[in-house]
């Protein structure tokens, strides 16, 4: 608006007024573990991309790290097994005892690598994440061999994206599996972190059965509104399909969350729903008690926590 009306603009101030009232008061939580009102304890771990985004965040204010994104590694070249190791001891050693949760490089769809990725007509629905890292068992065993070594620098849980049947988890589990034995063959310090699978193709939010063997689910939330509302979340046009609060998202996350706790399964959510207020009382009401969040809305998010009543 270039010429705002008075009333206009009177209430862009009453906006920009509550949004900073609400701000300050979300500030209060941030060193507060977060419970709801009727004292239900929640998880509240950050999301991050790269290893230096730690070193702006009091390890205290979080519950550990939900989702470390590697694809900062593969931006222009494929990163030797020193590079990744090093990066990833960083947010171990940062983390102290607190889970840390690397995904492994998810690859393709927006996120494209030169010398890694291949162009497609539908990139979202192609060679991608845990796929590609299978198509390319030589660029993968580097990074299963960083994260081995790693392990021992603290308490580190891997996961594995865009999965969608269980043979590609069980493959990538052999992976580190023989990795491992051959780190150990030659002296070499490592350690077996819990594998875990990224919720975010259908087919394993409509039947997590298949997959009672991994050690924890993580719902990519991003994801998979995208892939069940059919509305891709970087066109505009339709973003107003793109929610997280749709009762067919909802009902599919109800459905992990009380697989998990029916089987003991570690289930927690790490997309941008989880950072939004609007949407946390939704998510817990559908069993979500471990939710990730980027590390600027954590006040907010153990804000809108403690005003849900469940």
């Known amino acids: 608006i270039l010429a705002p009306s008075r009333a206009e603009v009177e209430a862009f ?6 949004f900073a009232a609400r701000r300050d008061r979300a500030e209060t939580f941030l060193t507060r573990p ?7 304890a929640v998880r509240v771990q950050v999301n991050i991309a790269d290893p230096s985004d730690v070193d702006s965040i009091d390890v205290s204010t979080c519950d550990g790290v ?8 593969f931006g222009r070249t494929l990163p030797d097994e020193e ?78 994206p865009m999965i969608a049947v269980v043979d590609e988890y069980q493959r ?35 039947a997590p059965e298949a997959f009672a063997e991994v050690a924890f689910l993580s719902i990519g939330s991003n994801d998979l509104t995208q892939y069940v509302m059919a509305a891709a979340r970087d066109n505009a046009s339709v973003a107003h399909l793109n929610s997280i609060r749709h009762p067919a998202v909802l009902r ?14 570690p289930v927690s959510l790490c997309g941008d729903a989880g950072g939004d207020p609007a949407a946390i009382p939704a998510l817990i009401e559908a069993g979500l008690r471990d939710l990730s969040v980027v590390p600027a809305q954590l006040a907010m998010a153990k804000a809108a926590i403690a005003d849900v009543s469940i």
């Not at 977060?34 to 239900?40: E, F």
């Not at 023989?178 to 087919?203: D, T």
Request: aromatic share 6%; charged share 25%.
């Open 83 to 160: 590079t990744q190791y090093r990066a990833y001891r960083k947010v171990l050693e940062w983390a102290e005892d607190r889970p840390v949760t690397i995904r492994t490089v998810d690859a393709g769809g927006d996120k494209p690598v030169p010398g890694f990725t291949v162009e497609e007509g539908n990139p979202f629905l192609g060679l991608r994440g845990i796929r590609l890292s299978l198509a390319r068992p030589e660029v993968f065993r580097v990074q299963i061999r960083a994260l081995l070594r790693a392990a021992i620098h603290g308490n580190l849980k891997v996961m594995f």
């Open 172 to 206: 990538a589990a052999a992976l580190f599996a023989e990795e491992k034995a051959a780190l150990a063959a030659r002296g070499v310090a490592q350690r077996m972190p819990p594998l875990g699978i990224m919720v975010e193709v259908p087919s394993v939010a409509i």
């Open 66 to 73: 939900g989702l470390m994104r590697t694809e900062f590694l």
């Open 34 to 40: 977060a419970v709801t009102k009727a004292g239900t």
């Open 252 to 265: 599919l996350i109800a459905s992990v969350a009380a697989f998990g706790r029916a089987q003991k399964i």
């Open 13 to 18: 101030r009453r906006k920009s007024s509550s």
